[in-house]
């Protein structure tokens, strides 16, 4: 487990809404009756609280274009932080256009993911990792190299702060609060957030080499137990029928495909005239 210093990138998740209900997602769009929107005045103190965090502060959702007071948050984040130290995790959804120049003016690192494309594969989140895990000694050794928290970001969420993105998700759908967001509480260490651990990443696949799935499905994989969790949430996805209880067993490899085609961003960026040329892309080769 890395420390949340050392990332190089902690998440403000200012909405869960999205266009999209991608099967896998890390957010679990399309499992909320009701989608949460970050007030402003909690996204400035969540700003605020990372004065000191050295490295990028990242804007995220669901889609964040969807929040209604994007521009709003984007000129605060713009106030405080350089554009390199600002990045932006999204799809640049049809009739946001003209959130053009906010995204240019404040953000000099862009993640563009529209999920169009065939071939992007998720991990299977929603199996529990104590429910197809029977050795548990093992299972603590793979949480303890899960690849999503030792390459991606720590978290804040209108229910607070967290060590992990998916585990930030989960204390969503559970209603749970996390770490109080106050000056430096990023600097936490894995023997910090061993209370979140002992939570989530038992009900988390990631660490647990399974079978992906195509993002574009529909559908998730989802393991009895939190089948269970997602019904008493009143889960709109699994009223639907949009599910399968995995079955499948274990793989060489389950980290999230990664998709390295420059033509794909391009193509994305061109929806908003955004040339990718000079942004930094997290997660692939820099551009």
């Excluded at 007030?39 to 990028?56: G, T, Y």
């Excluded at 502060?57 to 709003?72: A, D, R, T, W, Y």
């Amino acid at each position: 487990m890395r420390s949340l210093p050392d990332m190089e990138t902690i998440q403000i998740e200012i909405t869960n809404a999205c266009i999209n209900q991608c099967s896998n997602c890390t957010r679990f769009c399309g499992h909320h009756s009701k989608p949460f929107f970050m007030p402003l005045e909690q996204f400035k103190e969540s700003v605020d609280s990372l004065d000191s965090f050295p490295n990028r502060i990242g804007v995220m959702g669901g889609e964040p274009l969807l929040h209604p007071q994007f521009k709003e948050i984007c000129d605060y984040l713009g106030s405080k932080r350089e554009r390199m130290r600002c990045g932006l995790w999204t799809t640049l959804p049809k009739g946001k256009e003209h959130y053009r120049e906010t995204i240019v003016k404040t953000f000099g690192c862009i993640f563009l993911n529209d999920h169009s494309k065939e071939g992007i594969m998720h991990t299977p989140l929603l199996v529990g990792a104590n429910e197809i895990m029977q050795d548990k000694d093992y299972m603590w050794q793979l949480i303890d190299r899960c690849w999503v928290q030792n390459t991606w970001s720590a978290s804040i969420t209108p229910s607070g702060g967290f060590f992990c993105e998916v585990a930030a998700a989960f204390a969503t759908l559970m209603g749970d609060k996390g770490w109080e967001i106050e000056p430096d509480w990023w600097k936490k260490y894995p023997d910090d957030f061993k209370e979140q651990m002992n939570k989530y990443c038992v009900h988390c696949g990631a660490a647990i080499p399974m079978w992906r799935r195509d993002s574009t499905d529909g559908k998730d994989d989802i393991s009895p137990s939190n089948l269970e969790l997602l019904k008493q949430v009143g889960s709109p996805k699994v009223k639907r029928g949009l599910y399968e209880i995995y079955n499948k067993g274990f793989v060489v490899d389950s980290r999230m495909f990664s998709f390295s085609e420059i033509e794909y961003r391009h193509k994305i960026a061109a929806k908003y005239n955004i040339g990718m040329a000079g942004y930094v892309t997290p997660y692939l080769p820099e551009i």
